[in-house]
C-alpha cells in the first residue's frame, strides 16, 4: 500500500510538472508589468505601450518591439491602492527577451515609484521561483552572485566557482557548509598566530 502511494505520488508530480510547463510554453512571449499608475494608458492600452516602451527604453528605438495585446488583472482600483498588474503579448520571443533585457539594464522610474517587468509564468512555477528568492539573497549577502534559470534552478558564481542548485535547501545547506569551513579555517589561523606569539616570547 505504501509504494502504491508513493508510486501515485510521484505520478501526480510529474503530471504537475509536465502542466506548469505547457501553461509556461503558452505566456512564453508574455511580460508582466508591475506598478505602473491605474488609467495611464487612458482608453487604448495597446496603443500606449506600443508607443512608451521605445521612450521607456531608448536600445529598443531602432526596431520597436511589437505587441499584440495589453490588458490588466482585477478590477479596477483606486488611486491610493497599489496598482494592478498589467499583462501584454509580443508577436516574438525575440521581442520579449530584448524588453526584459532592457529593463534589467535601465530600471524604470515613474512618479517616484519603480516600474518592473518580469516574464510570465504559471502559478506553479511562480511559487517555485519565489521561494528561491529568500536564499538567493542570503548567497548574495555573503558575495556570490546569484541567478534564477528556468523554471527554478539556481546558478551562483564567485570567481570562476559556478554552481547549480534545483533545490532552494540544498543552496541553504551549501551556504552554511561554507560558513562552517571559513569559521574553522579562521579560527585556525587565529591558534597559528597564538602558537607563533608564545614562542616569540622570551
Known sequence: MEQTSTALSKTVTTMETKLAELEDRSRRNNIVVHGL???KENSNALQYITAQLPLWF?????TPPEIMRVHRIGVSRSKATK????IFMCLRYTDRARILK???DSPLVM???DVRFTADYSIVTRARRKSCYPVMEKARLEGYQAFLL?????KVSKGHEHTLFQDPVMLEEFLDSRENEESFGNMTRAQVAQID??????
Open 58 to 62: 531608448p536600445t529598443l528605438k531602432d
Open 150 to 154: 528556468y523554471p527554478a534552478t539556481i
Open 37 to 39: 499608475c491605474e488609467r
Open 102 to 104: 532592457a529593463a534589467r
Open 111 to 113: 512618479e517616484g515609484k
Open 83 to 86: 496598482p494592478r498588474v498589467r
Open 197 to 202: 606569539d608564545e614562542n616569540n616570547v622570551t
